[in-house]
C-alpha cells in the first residue's frame, strides 16, 4: 500500500497504472529496486549443483557409492559458508558424511584467500563395505 503522497510521487514518475479486473479497475505501482539494496541475500539459490551431481561427484572420485547415498554439493555448502561463516571463522559439522562442509570450505578458501576452519564429525555408521580409496 502507498500513501496518497507516494502515488502521486509515482504517478508523476510514470510508475502507476489501473488495470481492469472482472470485478473492476485495481491500481498497480511499479517498484524500482534500490541501487544498492537492503536484503543481503536472495531467498532463490541459483548455481548450486544438486545431489545427484554430488552423488555422481562421490562415485567418481571414490569409484562406490555404498558409502554415502545422499552426499551433498559442495557448491551448496560454499553458498551457506559464504552467507553464514566470516573469514576467519570456525564451522562445526557435527553430520559430516562424505566431508562436503570440509571441501567447501577449502575450495571457499583458496577462491578468497580466506582462513576458514572446520570441524568435522562423523559418527560410525555400519556400511556394507568400505569404499576403496582413491589412487594418488
Given amino acids: 500500500m502507498l500513501s496518497k503522497e507516494a502515488w502521486l510521487e509515482h504517478t508523476a514518475k510514470g510508475l502507476t497504472e489501473w ?11 511499479i517498484e524500482i ?4 539494496p537492503t536484503a543481503p541475500w536472495s531467498t532463490l539459490w541459483d548455481k548450486v549443483d544438486q545431489n545427484r551431481q554430488a ?18 554439493p559442495a557448491s551448496l555448502i560454499k553458498k551457506v559458508l559464504s ?6 571463522d570456525i564451522t562445526l559439522d557435527f553430520f559430516a558424511g562424505s ?7 577449502l ?6 584467500h580466506a582462513e576458514r576452519k572446520f570441524i ?11 569404499p576403496t580409496p582413491p589412487k594418488p
Fill in 83 to 88: 552467507m553464514a561463516a566470516g573469514d576467519e
Fill in 107 to 112: 575450495e571457499l578458501n583458496e577462491a578468497d
Fill in 19 to 29: 488495470i481492469k479486473r472482472e470485478y473492476g479497475w485495481m491500481p498497480y505501482y
Fill in 120 to 130: 568435522l564429525v562423523q559418527l560410525p555408521e555400519p556400511t556394507e563395505s568400505k
Fill in 33 to 36: 529496486a534500490p541501487d544498492e
Fill in 99 to 105: 566431508g562436503t562442509t570440509g571441501q567447501a570450505g
Fill in 55 to 72: 552423488k555422481a561427484e562421490f562415485t567418481d572420485l571414490m569409484g562406490s557409492e555404498v558409502a554415502f547415498q545422499t552426499p551433498k
